[in-house]
């Protein structure tokens, strides 16, 4: 039987925080790209805890769509910054103002 | 339930959790992106740990082979295409106090998380139907594997749609426009008409990172 579950959650709660204070503070469009991995990784812990405290397989199949939904959005994402980058000639997110009121 | 634990299971709970909370922290204040997506690396080892450690082995496979093998190959690829020495301007503030605001947020919401996680019991409601995790034949991997190709086969069906999007999605904005012989596009210039068969080697290392 492995450690109780609060653990787990205790320590996906901190990466999340993390992750979501990355988000804020840094400016370079990659890294707040990874700093949202964080938060993914953070919330599909907290899925496999819960799958296995209820003894529940639907938490397990969640991870495994949030892994596809992810693949996804970093392979459109980085694609965006890379034409982003070819017209502006930068990756921080502080540059992006065109479109600004 | 900490008493009825094992002592292996504490001990590598606690050094999953230092990799982990030192690869995170790693992320938001390296310098550096490459240092930062090599601390991703670290999280994502440590996260796959934490999976093995819950019996979930198919999705600690897949943590390891999709997130390490090609997520972040493909975040490094776009640093070392961008360029790795594009460092960021730390000092200037555009916006005045949003850095102490960021953190008093982080510290309050992380707070509302820990009393949610430790103070009430979660885990309680209705059963899902997809049936238990343990205690069925073939273990975590046939279990998974039944409710994904028949609970919840028609989200697995647009699984692959949203991968086919996306992998669209990626040739259409990796590609150069005016041709893969043109010259770069000057940055204040405005777009031309792209050509339809227009070509550039980076489209295919996008599209193929996308496979697994």
């Not at chain 1, 397989?57 to 991870?63: D, E, I, Y």
């Not at chain 2, 299971?9 to 930062?36: E, K, Q, S, W």
């Amino acid at each position: 039987m492995s450690l109780s579950g609060a653990w787990y959650l205790g320590l996906a709660a901190v990466v999340f925080s993390i992750g979501a204070l990355g988000l804020l503070v840094r400016r370079n469009v990659l890294i707040m790209f990874m700093c949202v991995e964080l938060m993914l990784n953070a919330a599909n812990l907290t899925f496999v805890t819960f799958s296995r405290m209820l003894n529940d397989v639907g938490g397990q199949a969640l991870v495994f769509f949030t892994l596809v939904v992810a693949a996804a959005e970093v392979v459109v994402g980085l694609g965006i910054v890379v034409a982003l980058f070819r017209r502006r000639r930068t990756s921080a997110a502080d540059d992006f103002h065109i479109m600004r009121g | 339930m900490l008493a009825t634990a094992s002592t292996v299971d504490a001990l590598t709970f606690a050094i999953a959790a230092a990799v982990i909370l030192a690869g995170a922290i790693g992320v938001v204040v390296a310098r550096n992106p490459v240092h930062c997506a090599l601390s991703l690396v670290m999280t994502l080892f440590g996260v796959a740990v934490l999976f093995v450690e819950q019996q979930a082995n198919f999705l600690a496979a897949v943590q390891v082979i999709v997130y390490a093998g090609a997520i972040v190959v493909l975040f490094l690829f776009v640093i070392m295409f961008l360029g790795v020495d594009t460092r960021e301007r730390v000092e200037e503030e555009p916006l005045r106090g949003q850095r102490p605001l960021a953190v008093g947020l982080m510290v309050l919401g992380l707070a509302g998380l820990l009393l949610m996680g430790f103070g009430a019991h979660w885990s309680v409601g209705a059963r899902s139907v997809a049936g238990p995790a343990r205690g069925q034949s073939g273990g975590d991997v046939a279990a998974l594997g039944r409710s994904v190709f028949t609970t919840y086969l028609f989200a697995f069906e647009i699984t692959s749609a949203l991968l086919v999007i996306a992998v669209v999605g990626a040739v259409v904005l990796a590609r150069r426009p005016g041709g893969a012989l043109a010259p770069e596009t000057d940055p204040e210039a405005e777009p031309t008409d792209a050509q339809p068969d227009a070509y550039s080697p980076a489209d295919d290392a996008e599209a193929e990172e996308v496979a697994p």
